[in-house]
């Protein structure tokens, strides 16, 4: 199976005096992971370099994922051998971009803002530009636009425009801009698709214009959603049934939770004013492209004008572009909560805990599959696979069941449990999954028996319950 991976480099290697060489830079990170298998466990420190361009006002434009994490930050340009210390001022997980600042502004001395140009179109020619693996300085290929598409995005497992490229970018150069003939970006490279030849993409200057907006209020607020789950309307007694007329138009099937506007079986005509095809796809700049543009070339808080079909009657309505926040979230540069309550582990349910279990995940993804947050539940808790063995927790197994109740009480969030938990007043707890599992211990003895898991395991504490 093919599959999507991080740039970190480009291996084929070639120099244009031409180039705005002295735009591009190195950028050596220190970064944590966090191991959310075992949270209890320190993070380890990793070192790597990716690349950046430098932008307007003195800012670096780089990949989130080069920078993600970091605890020490140095950049380097082009022919200095000197490294300048710097920090990310503003990061957007979502579209995998970042920003970077140098407190020494002297590092800017001799170089020149690129400019991003958004006006782009497939077989157009790009250069791209980056630090390859093999080599100290900089290096670049060429090649041209081969698709600008909606895809999911490596890093964030986010659906956003990207553009395809035919340039031979292998594993580096993460945060290496993609430029045109006139040497302006536009594209910051991200990721390949493994197994194929030169099969790569960047992040479209669309996307990193409507990024580079938001954060001029000083804060990154995200890319905003509708919160619907769509069908494409391809046959025609689903239109006969809705009463369609025109053929435009894209059938709403699903409402997240605390969005007003929409209906179920709401047919979508317009966003904008632009049609929205039997596809969910408009006319655009770049050609066909998913309508999801609309709203992410604006901003949070904006309105978009909606033209649906309710009730075989067309209406016209105003909606406020909003983050919806997903049941199951994918966490950043954090440390992993959890909770040891005799020698058991819980943890919240993250996307980074099912990557972490692999193929034992199949389970909670089923259980899951297309479930919102709701008012009275807006954060599953998993009883980890991983446990500290003691004659307390004698014969518990789990395989990443997820806790429902405790002592016949529904579980909220993870913080919820953890009250729960800490608040027992029994003498026995009784904590249910919705696998039908369940565990019952001793209150007094589940408590004590950490002293014991401390000194046999060598743990620090029983608990990490914020990491923001």
């Known amino acids: 199976m093919k599959k999507l991976l991080i740039l970190t480099l480009l291996t084929i290697i070639s120099y244009a005096s031409t180039l705005p060489t002295n735009s591009i830079v190195k950028i050596h990170t220190s970064a944590s992971i966090s191991n959310y298998k075992y949270p209890w466990q320190t993070s380890k420190i990793y070192r790597y370099v990716g690349s950046g361009a430098i932008i307007e006002g003195n800012r670096i434009l780089t990949s989130a994922h080069v920078v993600s994490g970091a605890r020490f930050l140095e950049v380097q340009k082009e022919n200095d051998p000197k ?8 990061i957007s997980h979502q579209a995998d971009l970042a920003i970077v600042e140098v407190g020494d502004k002297t590092f800017f001395n001799d170089t020149k803002p690129l400019k991003l140009n958004e006006n782009v179109k497939t077989r157009d020619e790009i250069t791209v530009l980056g630090y390859p693996l093999g080599g100290k300085t900089i290096s670049t290929t060429t090649g041209v636009i081969s698709r600008i598409e909606y895809t999911s995005y490596v890093w964030s497992n986010e659906y956003l425009l990207a553009i395809q490229v035919d340039a031979a970018i292998n594993s580096g150069n993460s945060g290496g801009a993609a430029l045109d ?34 954060i001029k209020d000083g804060k990154v607020d995200g890319f905003g959603s509708d919160g619907l789950s769509i069908n494409h309307i391809n046959n025609d007694s689903i239109k006969k049934y809705f009463g369609l007329k025109n053929g435009d138009g894209i059938l709403v099937t699903k409402v997240a939770y605390g969005i007003k506007e929409f209906k179920v079986n709401d047919i979508i005509l317009e966003i904008d004013g632009k049609a929205v095809a039997n596809d969910a796809t408009i006319d655009s700049l770049f050609g066909r492209v998913h309508c999801d543009l609309m709203i992410h070339q604006k901003q949070i808080g904006d309105k978009v004008r909606f033209k649906v079909l309710r009730d075989k009657k067309i209406i016209s309505f105003d909606y406020t572009i909003k983050r919806i926040e997903p049941l199951i979230k994918k966490e950043f540069a954090k440390e992993p909560r959890y909770l040891i309550f005799g020698g058991l582990t819980f943890t919240p349910l993250t996307k980074n805990y099912i990557l972490s279990i692999g193929s034992n995940s199949n389970g909670i993804n089923n259980l899951f599959y297309h479930q919102d947050r709701s008012q009275e539940f807006n954060e599953a808790v998993v009883w980890m696979q991983d446990n500290f063995p003691h004659k307390v927790n004698r014969g518990y197994a789990s395989q990443a069941y997820v806790v429902e109740t405790v002592n016949d009480i529904k579980v909220h969030n993870f913080k919820h449990f953890v009250s729960l938990i800490d608040n027992l007043d029994t003498e026995f ?7 039908k599992h369940k565990i019952i211990l001793n209150v007094k003895e589940a408590r004590e028996s950490f002293k014991d898991l401390k000194r046999i395991y060598r743990l620090s504490s029983d608990r990490m319950l914020s990491n923001d």
């Open 83 to 90: 490294k300048y210390i710097a920090s990310v001022k503003y």
């Open 181 to 214: 003939k006139n040497g302006d970006i536009v594209g910051i490279a991200m990721m390949r698709l493994k197994n194929a030849d030169n099969i790569s993409y960047v992040v479209p200057s669309v996307i990193i214009n409507t990024f580079l907006d938001d």
């Open 429 to 435: 707890v009784v904590i249910d999954t919705m696998e």
